[in-house]
């Protein structure tokens, strides 16, 4: 039985998990287990991109960002495209911490920065014409001119 949400990746690494590095590696310093984890960290992002790769098509983010002014929509387009490529574009390297997960009903990228956080709702786009439309938030909208990417991103992962 799936569970969700199901997380696909977190950029957090907790003191506990370099403590246990520490532990299990006595002669390294706190320093060098917090970058160790850092790196290992940024290679599993790789990782969990990669096996997106072979989802490919035009897809849309549907973002609630958070800024000091308040909340906002937003949305970013690519066509013909890889997953992979496209979640790529959404960071503009401003994130302290970001998560990867699979919602019953989404593929949601929840990132953290200095303002707030964005939550951004990853689909794919039906019809390309309809991709700047100002009604991209209606749900009604949502619903007819998108589709999940759930099933194909747990075939990958066999949730």
């Known amino acids: 039985m799936k569970r969700y949400p199901y997380k696909l990746y977190t ?46 098509g035009d897809f849309i983010a549907l973002a609630d960002v958070g800024t ?47 303002d707030g956080t964005n939550f951004i709702k990853i689909r794919r786009v039906v019809d390309v014409r309809t991709a700047f439309v100002e009604d991209w938030f209606k749900s009604y909208f949502i619903t007819k001119h998108t589709r999940r990417l759930v099933k194909e991103v747990c075939k990958i992962y066999e949730i």
Do not use: C
């Open 11 to 56: 950029s957090e690494v907790s003191a506990q998990d370099v403590q246990d590095i520490m532990l299990e590696n006595p002669d390294i310093t706190e320093s060098t287990a917090w970058d160790w984890m850092y790196e290992q960290s940024a290679d599993d992002w790789q990782d969990t991109l990669n096996q997106l790769k072979v989802i490919t």
């Open 68 to 114: 000091w002014q308040g909340r906002r929509d937003g949305y970013s387009f690519k066509g013909n495209t890889d997953l992979k490529t496209f979640i790529e574009s959404l960071f503009n390297g401003n994130y302290n911490e970001f998560e990867l997960e699979v919602t019953k009903t989404d593929l949601v990228l929840t990132a953290h920065h200095h």
